[in-house]
């Protein structure tokens, strides 16, 4: 046991920490400084950020750009209410991101995070019925789905012990089976009955686009998904696309929604949006829905909106973030590390603890085959989470899957790294 700084004992007395169980969890590592895919704790020790620290990290902790950009805008204008006001970070910004999503995409709502983003979405999707006169009140979504932790994000989120306490609370969602590998005709088939039991009743469909990151970076085929959203289009049912965690190049081209057949009417994104260094949200939609809005009429408002909307630090860093996801070495270093977890997922396809590989872009996952049933709350993730940390990697299994979501700038030499580290594993007495 390591002696506990006095950082981390202040901490303990004061701080309540994300997804954490207080009593049992391990004393919190106390992070002094981070420079690209690195970052030191108070004692010096270095960790390898392999998952790109909650999935937000696109180009490296703690970049000079980033730095930059947040000081020119501090010095120039910190914040400004958002109703009544504009300023210029906020359009570019909204500017530069449209003109990457598809054509359909027209207009851009702020918020805070993800969770916000997806409960505008809803928002306006529910809002959309109401306003042109033909309310519908069932949205549909995946089991496992993840979307946030507000009560709509949550509510639109697979059943789990996560949300089991606010079960009540939560709005009737209907649910499917994603059309996972091997379960496409399935869930398609429920799908379409949904379809025919609640005929015209249905708002909208939303879901995290080929990559279900909180389910266990479960990934699925766009074409799996095509016939699902052809559905959407031929039956009049607006399709939400969370691309909180899959948007800015994850799954090897800007959006996961790039690979699909049919353009999303409503898009969420955060997480990327700031590169990952600041907290902001946006929902965007088509034309068609901001008209539902456009009115005379002052009930058909979209009544929504934060006290820090549209923060020009937060717009200030998304568009230094924007430059580089834009630049062709990010597209280089994607494709790169695309390359390096293909040839790794070779070296260890055939171990016999490694089952159930799967990629997509720069989002590389295997689960880790264990004797007992396989859950969140197994403590083989705890084991896993030691292993890795001990050797400087920080790689947050979930449960007991092993996944690899690096910021774009990882070096060689760090990879390396990370896949010594995943060997070790494998080698080491974890699991098995
Ligand atoms: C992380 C995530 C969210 C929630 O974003 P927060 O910023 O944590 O509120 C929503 N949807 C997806 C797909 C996510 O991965």
């Known amino acids: 046991m390591q002696k506990k700084s006095s950082l981390v004992q202040r901490d303990q007395a004061v701080v309540w920490h994300p997804f954490t169980q207080m009593k049992t969890a391990e004393a919190p590592i106390a992070i002094a400084k ?20 909650w999935w937000m990290n696109l180009h490296g902790h703690s970049h000079p750009n980033f730095a930059a950009a947040l000081k020119q805008q501090a010095e120039q204008l910190e914040h400004v209410i958002f109703a009544n ?23 851009f709502f702020f918020s805070d995070n993800g969770s916000t983003a997806v409960e505008v979405g809803l928002k306006m999707c529910f809002q959309y019925w109401h306003n042109i006169g033909n309310p519908k009140t069932k949205i549909i979504a995946f089991e496992g789905a993840y979307h946030g932790d507000t009560f709509g994000a949550m509510s639109v989120g697979g059943r ?40 015209g009743e249905i708002a909208g469909f939303i879901f995290e686009p080929l990559v279900q990151g909180s389910a266990g970076m ?4 766009a074409a799996a998904l095509d016939p699902f959203l052809a559905h959407c289009k031929s039956e009049d049912i607006l399709i939400i696309a969370d691309e909180v965690m899959v948007g800015f190049g994850r799954t090897g081209s800007w959006w996961a929604s790039d690979f699909l057949a049919h353009d999303p009417d409503i898009f969420c ?44 630090l937060a717009c200030a860093v998304a568009l230094a973030s924007f430059e580089l996801t834009n630049s062709e070495k990010t597209w280089e270093q994607i494709r790169w590390i695309e390359q390096q977890h293909k040839a790794f997922g070779q070296q260890i396809i055939g171990h016999p603890k490694v089952t159930n ?18 859950s969140y709350f197994n403590n083989i993730r705890d084991e896993i989470w030691q292993f890795f940390i001990q050797r400087g990697l920080l790689l947050r299994p979930l449960g007991n899957t092993v996944y690899v979501l690096p910021p774009y700038c990882i070096t060689e030499e760090q990879m390396g790294k990370v896949h010594e580290g995943i060997l070790a594993l494998l080698d080491s007495a974890v699991g098995g």
């Open 34 to 53: 981070g420079k690209g895919a690195l970052l030191w704790d108070e004692d010096g020790k270095e960790y390898i950020d392999a998952i790109a620290s």
């Open 357 to 374: 590989m799967r990629q997509k872009g720069v989002v590389w996952a295997f689960d880790l085959q264990t004797p007992d049933s396989t």
């Open 269 to 312: 994104l955060s997480k990327g949006l700031t590169g990952g260094t600041m907290a902001l949200g946006a929902t965007t939609c088509s034309d068609r829905i901001f008209q539902a809005f456009w009115s005379d009429d002052k009930y058909k408002t979209l009544f929504h909106g934060h006290s820090c909307t549209g923060n020009p």
């Open 85 to 107: 006001f504009t300023h210029e970070p906020a359009v570019q910004i909204a500017e530069k991101v449209l003109s990457k999503l598809p054509d359909n995409q027209s207009r």
């Open 160 to 199: 789990s012990a996560f949300s089991a306490p606010f079960a009540p609370y939560l709005f009737d969602v209907l649910f499917v089976e994603p059309p996972l590998p091997g379960q496409e005709a399935e869930s398609l088939a429920a799908f379409e009955q949904l379809l025919d039991q609640h005929q």
């Open 218 to 221: 479960r990934i699925y085929e």
